[in-house]
């Protein structure tokens, strides 16, 4: 199964998520965490095994500990597929190796389509066969105005 949640950043969070998984049963087997410290939210991802628990079981489980930390939370079967749009920088090395592992079958995903502000023939060592294209300029009227970087 794998867990995603995001919710206001505070100690405890990691301590409590792989707490309950472990007296419930489960052995995770991959987790990720991130604070972002501009809007201070922090957000999860931990895939684990869930036992012999169902889905429902692990959703009524976690559902106290979503409510004390007042999470935003999800939980989905490892083989679920997700609809993904990926967006595309002028480097083509990331989206070059996200389509070779999802032709490979590594990423159970299905490409709803690729959107870049550069064309198509930017990429013309990508194999985009198959896939929905969308170029989507930016000029220095559409561009959003750079923020000051945030810090002390």
Not at 40 to 67: K, Y
Not at 130 to 148: C, D, N, Q, S, Y
């Amino acid at each position: 199964m794998i867990l995603t949640l995001a919710c206001d950043d505070r100690p405890g969070i990691v301590a409590r998520v792989s707490t309950l998984l472990f007296e419930c049963g489960a052995n995770i087997l991959d987790a990720q965490q991130y604070d972002d410290e501009e809007t201070g939210r922090f957000f999860m991802r931990v895939v684990f095994d869930p036992g012999a628990a169902d889905a429902e079981a692990w959703r009524a489980a976690l559902q106290p500990l979503a409510d004390q930390f007042a999470m935003t939370w999800s939980l989905r079967g490892r083989k679920e597929r997700r609809r993904v749009m990926i967006l595309a920088s002028q480097q083509d090395h990331c989206l070059a190796d996200l389509i070779w592992r999802w032709r490979q079958g590594e990423l159970p995903m299905d490409i709803t389509a690729v959107v870049s502000n550069h064309p198509a023939s930017t990429f013309p060592h990508t194999d985009l066969h198959g896939i929905a294209f969308r170029h989507l300029p930016v000029t220095v009227e559409t561009k959003a105005p750079r923020r000051p970087p945030s810090g002390g």
